[in-house]
């Protein structure tokens, strides 16, 4: 591969530093190639420099200039022309119409029914601080608008993860290579975290071994040393069978046990009788000897590492599942030796003052109601919701797409009396749906701060080229919108560079503690203070919990109805969902794609070429009983909805389990619909979390095909 250094002798070029925003845990260092003379980005490739990114990007990002330099993006404001939905038309505008038009229903919105009859709709489109959770809170703030529970990613587990540990002092990847034992938990890390394999490969170098978790064969479970394979929502039962061997082998570490944990005792004594490795075996369909062989392993050596991924949580009993799991490094004590349990960084990488982020003063001491994120179709179709949602602004989000029961909500974006105005890269199906639809520009063309969820450093994304056509970033469409709608706080006017320096904070966050500006900006990347004495956790000597220490038993869970001790709860529709299952036998995960990030990445052809088509990754059993073959166009339904896919039969598939890729762009199925049309808008057992996962439904070939 050329070297941006050579390409730079070669033309009259610029090299800037930049960093993946997008949804994945590595938030990788990027460098950027610019020819001078006319602007253009010519090359990105990943930082040599960063301990993490090593000099490569993944198979999405590595060809970043084929999403920056699109035929597809949305490069001016429109108006819509004629009935929303698919089909509809658009007209191009100015800015200053725009902007008039959006502040002036705005305003009729705020006037007839009140500031929560105005609902903003954001997630995780980017992960650059400023621009995921900054200017557009603080607009949204002012007015009193509705609040949003963020809550369609990581909701369960975050909850149960911050009833235990407080989310504090997670194992840091960069450990892997001393350890002898790893498990990759419902985690997929060559395809959503390709830059921790080389830690692994370490690793594995140095005798460990590796152990994939998952229901599913993937790219993952090919490359470990052995692949478990529990039933889908099971995983609690399997944690707490290893427990009791553990515990019943006296090979747990009761002196970490008493100086760490509260409530270890209780889980011995109420609730491990409760998992005989027969039992376990029952639940989870793992013969005992290997249950048995996995706990044994396990607790062989204290250098062990569990990496935890999303994918768990996104079933009804996510909560409960992240708990039990989450107990297993405590009763080895792997935690003095630099492992233990990732389920992510976030909360310590973007701990920052959500008072100089947000500007929550701007509340007044109001309390806007909140809606849930995953139910914003219910929301959109309450017709006895006081004040109606009258006002819908999508930022960072494709909620036609991404959310449970994506039909509810194409129906309330469909409502003529929503005003619906959508700030968007791409021309993205909710845009079928807006009245008004925004250009928003790339990472190249802005700067932002990213932490990482899956590793300990910082990236400073800085600006390489100028914005597209009128597009413009998150944070100035808000400073123009603030001042269309007469808000004249000085807070409006502030420079993304400005809140960055604001944000690194080492008072506030002692990860902070050496980080700089400055320094980011001429390195790129920063490593946070993991030696802090002030961190959190095991380096403080106290855990950001009621108690203080890490609860196995949380009186908080307690308080809120909830079980306050890990247990086994089996998911309201899944494998245990028996009189369910009798006309919807197979469950179905759908989980992230190889060559998308959500919806990220969909309008470059390259990579939709790659992926053209919905699948449907069926067992052979499954597929024999149907009389399906890889191939072959199927339908696949339950009582919420149906969507249409191609088979594809994978040896080593669980019967039972059907597995499609996550979040496909709807208009380009062919019903118009993506997997999410068949799942509930419930909540999980903690957080409000989503329940993608906890999904019945029936498949059968297409006649005539």
């Known amino acids: 591969m050329e070297s941006a250094a050579r390409i730079a002798r070669e033309l009259e070029t610029k090299v800037v530093k930049a960093t993946c925003p997008h949804d994945c845990p590595d938030a990788c260092g990027m460098r950027v190639t610019v020819d001078v003379k006319s602007g253009r980005a010519v090359k990105v490739e990943g930082d040599p420099t960063h301990p993490v ?54 305003k009729s919105v705020v006037s007839e029914y009140g500031p929560e009859a105005v609902q903003p709709y954001n997630y995780s489109g980017t992960l650059g601080i400023v621009g995921f959770s900054g200017m557009g809170d ?38 892997i290579p001393k350890m002898e034992v790893v498990i990759l938990w419902a985690t997929n890390l060559v395809t959503t975290g390709i830059h921790a394999m080389p830690f692994l490969d370490e690793a594995r170098a140095n005798g460990a071994k590796i152990i994939a ?48 944990t509260l409530g270890w005792e209780r889980l011995v004594a109420e609730r ?143 409502r003529a009396d929503l005003f ?22 790339t990472t190249l063309e802005r700067t932002d701060i990213v932490g990482a969820y899956g590793n300990f450093y910082w990236g400073l994304s800085q600006q390489a080229i100028e914005p597209l056509g009128e597009s413009v970033d998150n944070s100035e469409l808000f400073r123009r919108l603030a001042k269309h709608m007469g808000y004249e706080d000085p807070c409006f006017s502030q420079s993304n560079e400005s809140i960055i320096r604001d944000l ?33 956790g095991l380096n403080s000597g106290r855990w950001p919990t009621p108690s203080g220490k890490i609860e196995i038993y949380s009186e908080a869970l307690a308080s809120a109805g909830i079980d306050p001790l890990p247990a086994h709860h089996p998911e309201r529709e899944g494998q245990e969902s028996t009189e369910q299952r009798v006309r919807f036998p197979l469950q179905v995960i759908s989980a992230a794609t190889h060559h998308f990030i959500g919806a990220s990445f969909q309008h470059v052809p390259r990579l939709q070429a790659m992926l053209s088509r919905q699948t449907f990754e069926v067992s052979e059993s499954d597929a024999e009983a149907r009389g399906i073959e ?31 890729p996550k979040q496909l762009q709807g208009s380009k199925q062919r019903n118009g619909l993506n997997i999410n049309a068949l799942v509930s808008q419930d909540e999980a057992d903690m957080g409000r979390g989503p329940v993608f996962y906890s999904t019945l439904a029936q498949l059968e070939k297409v006649s005539g095909t």
């Open 53 to 106: 990114t090593r000099g490569y990007l993944c198979n999405k990002v590595n060809n970043y200039l084929d999403l920056v330099y699109n035929d597809n993006r949305v490069l001016f404001p429109h108006r819509r022309v004629g009935p929303k939905g698919p089909g509809g038309k658009l007209e191009r505008i100015t800015w200053d119409e725009a902007l008039t038009e959006i502040a002036s229903r705005l």
């Open 138 to 175: 603080r607009f949204f703030n002012k007015m009193g608008a509705a609040r949003l529970a963020g809550t369609i990613c990581t909701a369960a587990g975050r909850a149960a993860s911050l009833s235990m540990t407080g989310l504090a002092h997670e194992a840091n990847i960069e450990d």
């Open 213 to 260: 978790i998952d229901p599913r064969p993937t790219r993952t479970t090919a490359y470990a040393d052995w692949h478990v394979q529990p039933r889908p929502g099971t995983d609690a039962a399997l944690a707490l069978g290893m427990l009791k061997i553990i515990v019943d082998r006296g090979l747990h570490d009761e002196a970490f046990l008493r100086s760490q």
């Open 272 to 414: 491990l009788p409760d998992y005989p490795l027969e039992r376990v075996a029952a639940i989870t369909g793992i013969p005992e000897a290997d249950i048995e062989k996995l706990a044994m392993l396990y607790a062989s050596t204290k250098k062990s590492f569990i990496r935890l991924n999303w994918g768990i949580q996104r079933h009804d009993n996510g909560g409960s599942m992240t708990r039990a799991i989450r107990c297993l490094p405590l009763f080895t004590g792997s935690m003095t030796t630099g492992g233990g349990l990732c389920v992510g960084t976030g909360n310590e990488m973007r701990g920052v003052d959500t008072q100089k982020l947000q500007r929550t003063d701007l509340l007044q001491g109001r309390t806007p109601r909140t809606i849930n994120m995953i139910q914003i179709g219910r929301a959109l179709e309450d017709d006895t919701l006081d004040p109606p949602i009258k006002a819908l602004f999508v930022w960072n989000s494709d909620p036609a797409n991404c959310v449970p029961d994506t039909k509810s909500a194409r129906r309330g974006m469909s």
């Open 420 to 441: 619906t105005v959508v700030h968007d890269t791409f021309f993205t199906d909710t845009c079928d749906y807006a009245d008004i639809v925004l250009p928003a520009d």
């Open 504 to 536: 690194i904070d080492p008072a506030f966050n002692p990860l902070f503690e050496g980080v700089t500006y400055e320094q980011l900006e001429s390195n790129g990347w920063a490593r946070a203070n993991l030696e802090s004495p002030r961190r959190p």
């Open 630 to 660: 890889t191939g072959d166009l199927c339908r696949l339904w339950n009582d919420r909805g149906e969507v249409f896919g191609h088979a594809l039969v994978v040896p080593g598939m669980l019967p039972g389990v059907l597995g499609a």
